[in-house]
């Protein structure tokens, strides 16, 4: 995994707790939601760079 990737990864899932707990906070629930998806997805895509990683490449 290179350390653009891990970054980016991070970023989503750092971006994503502020949101979905600033949404929590706000009683937005349409910003929780988008927080709670992009750091699903910065979770989903550090996985997938550390299966590639695991299978060398």
């Known amino acids: 995994?290179?350390?653009s990737d891990k970054i980016e990864n991070t970023k989503d899932q750092a971006l994503g707790k502020a949101?979905?707990?600033?949404?929590?906070?706000?009683?937005d629930d349409?910003?929780?939601a988008e927080g709670q998806a992009q750091?699903?997805?910065g979770?989903?895509?550090q996985a997938v760079e550390?299966?590639?990683d695991?299978?060398?490449g």
């Open 19 to 27: 949101k979905e707990a600033v949404g929590d906070a706000r009683g």
């Open 1 to 3: 995994m290179g350390l």
């Open 39 to 41: 750091e699903t997805k």
């Open 54 to 56: 695991a299978l060398g």
């Open 50 to 52: 550390k299966g590639k």
């Open 43 to 45: 979770d989903a895509k």
């Open 30 to 32: 349409e910003m929780k």
